[in-house]
T-cell receptor
Framework: NAGVTQTPKFQVLKTGQSMTLQCAQD?????MSWYRQDPGMGLRLIHY???????DQGEVPNGYNVSRSTTEDFPLRLLSAAPSQTSVYFC????????????????FGPGTRLTVT | AQSVSQHNHHVILSEAASLELGCNYS??????LFWYVQYPGQHLQLLLK??????LVKGIKGFEAEFIKSKFSFNLRKPSVQWSDTAEYFC???????????FGTGTQLKVEL
């Protein structure tokens, strides 16, 4: 099992550019989520998905889109990058929504460090 | 809304010293509590978690944490740290029945030889 994988590891964008951060898991997990990590602010939930075809907003969704066409993949799209989106992005997964409710561990990917100039 | 405070942002210890990292949360209901660790260059991984029952929980690598409900605290402890414990530690809280995990700002621990 590779677990949760993320690509790319590093990315530099110019303001206004678009890009997609990739996240994949091979554990057949239904629940997947995206967080951003900023200095002094911890991790904040951007979007999450409880299964293929179902997504919902987290704490800081503005400027980001997600879709979930397969169980394995949960890409995060930045349509028009802004310097405020400079951050480290983590994808995480857990078995299903009920397991998250019950406090099961979420498995994190290695992160993508994004800089927007 | 729930929130988590980690008051120690940077901690430097010598090997074999004892460790205690503070974590306080604000939420009036029943919670699940977690400590995650991020070693340099690696992804976040779970150290330990509290659901219910015994308020003293033991995790991997000799870490433990005590849930004190009256103080809304979930402090992380280790009796004797090692150089390999150098990492960033995150406390997180989730209300029972919810899916939103709220993280603290993290504590950067450096253990010197």
């Amino acid at each position: 099992n590779a677990g949760v994988t993320q690509t790319p590891k590093f990315q530099v964008l110019k303001t206004g550019q678009s890009m997609t951060l990739q996240c994949a898991q091979d554990m057949n997990h239904e629940y997947m989520s995206w967080y951003r990590q900023d200095p002094g602010m911890g991790l904040r939930l951007i979007h999450y998905s409880v299964g293929a075809g179902i997504t919902d907003q987290g704490e800081v969704p503005n400027g980001y889109n997600v879709s979930r066409s397969t169980t394995e993949d949960f890409p995060l799209r930045l349509l028009s990058a802004a310097p405020s989106q400079t951050s480290v992005y983590f994808c995480a997964s857990s078995q299903n929504f009920d397991s998250v409710i019950e406090g099961a561990e979420q498995y994190f990917g290695p992160g993508t460090r994004l800089t927007v100039t | 809304a729930q929130s988590v405070s980690q008051h120690n942002h940077h901690v430097i210890l010598s090997e074999a010293a004892s460790l205690e990292l503070g974590c306080n949360y604000s939420y009036g209901g029943t919670v699940n509590l977690f400590w995650y660790v991020q070693y340099p260059g690696q992804h976040l991984q779970l150290l330990l978690k509290y659901f219910s029952g015994d308020p003293l929980v033991k995790g991997i690598k000799g870490f433990e944490a005590e849930f004190i409900k009256s103080k809304f605290s979930f402090n992380l402890r280790k009796p004797s740290v090692q150089w390999s414990d150098t990492a960033e530690y995150f406390c997180a809280v989730k209300k029972v029945g919810g899916n939103k995990l709220t993280f603290g700002t993290g504590t950067q621990l450096k253990v010197e030889l």
